[in-house]
């Protein structure tokens, strides 16, 4: 295992957006991770100095309320980041179980979970969401939980390509013909190999969370008890020609959060899929597959 994560590494540092992306997204964790260093002021204090612009007292400003930018922005990070985190983590659970399934048993039950796959992909997931959350309530965790469930059928799609194409090889008809059950040879022998397409749409999910949470923030259907950037964007919806800073900074946070999960995202599909040659070994296999 420490050599394949080490073979991974090698190939993953020769990707220059890669390794710019893995320190955006290493950033962010850290700022995250340190607000209350960072900043003493807490992201919802109230003062008196309303709509200061960017200066020594308030690196970033205040907003209408005399709320510090910097603060929203930097605690904001925790927010987004874990409904990011979250949602990409259950898409991906949700996605593998129903991919799994549907590649491994195939049939009328694969045809019945991708007509359901499809069925999420076709209809536009943004105002679909728009529509949950506005007839249900706006809540953090309820947020997370609707991401969640409209995000899993490109991996499900993605894994179950990968499982017919090796349903079928020598290592899974072996366990077969030793008596592994189904769920034995989906997740110890099918899943570790199948994960390449998945961990890269990882990335992926985790930013558009991001974007979509922000989006509905932007709206007014965020949770109104978090700060998060979406909800900071929101608030400064009417102050735009006046305070220019209250959209700024945490409009800058989601670009670079979006930047570098899609840059280290590159840098990951590089690492699993490259298509260099280099020792003699062929690359373009997965790095645990390599001899």
């Known amino acids: 295992m420490r050599t394949r994560w080490r073979e991974f590494w090698t190939v ?22 340190l607000a209350g260093l960072i900043t003493p002021v807490a992201p919802t204090a109230l003062s008196r100095d309303s709509l200061q612009p960017p200066g020594p007292a308030h690196w970033m400003g205040t907003d209408d309320l005399g709320r510090d930018i910097l603060a929203g922005v930097v605690y904001g990070a925790r927010i987004s980041l874990l409904v990011g985190f979250l949602t990409a983590a259950a898409s991906t ?3 593998i179980c129903v991919g799994g399934v549907a590649g491994y048993y195939g049939g009328r039950l694969d045809d019945l979970l991708m007509r359901v796959t499809e069925f999420f992909m076709v209809v536009p997931r943004f105002f679909l969401a728009l529509v949950i959350v506005a007839l249900f309530g706006a809540s953090l965790w309820g947020l997370i939980v609707v991401l969640a469930i409209l995000s899993w059928p490109t991996t499900a799609r993605l894994f179950r390509v990968e499982v017919l194409r090796l349903k079928g090889q020598e290592f899974v008809l072996a366990a077969r013909a030793i008596g592994c059950s189904d769920g034995r040879i989906l997740v110890e022998q099918l899943l570790p190999n199948a994960l390449s397409p998945v961990i890269v749409s990882i990335s992926i999910q985790v930013a558009y969370a991001i974007v979509l949470e922000a989006g509905l923030s932007f709206l007014g259907l965020g949770d109104p008890a978090s700060r998060s950037w979406g909800v900071m964007l929101s608030s400064a919806q009417q102050f735009l020609r006046r305070a220019w800073w209250m959209a700024t900074f945490p409009g800058l946070a989601i670009f670079l959060a979006v930047l570098g999960f899609n840059l280290m995202g590159d840098g990951v599909n590089d690492a699993l899929n490259p298509r260099l040659k280099t020792r003699g070994r062929r690359l373009g296999t997965p790095y645990w597959e390599q001899a």
């Open 93 to 95: 659970v949700i996605g």
């Open 12 to 33: 993953f540092r020769r990707s220059t957006p890669g390794v710019v992306g893995l320190g955006v997204v290493a950033g962010m964790i850290l700022v995250a991770a």
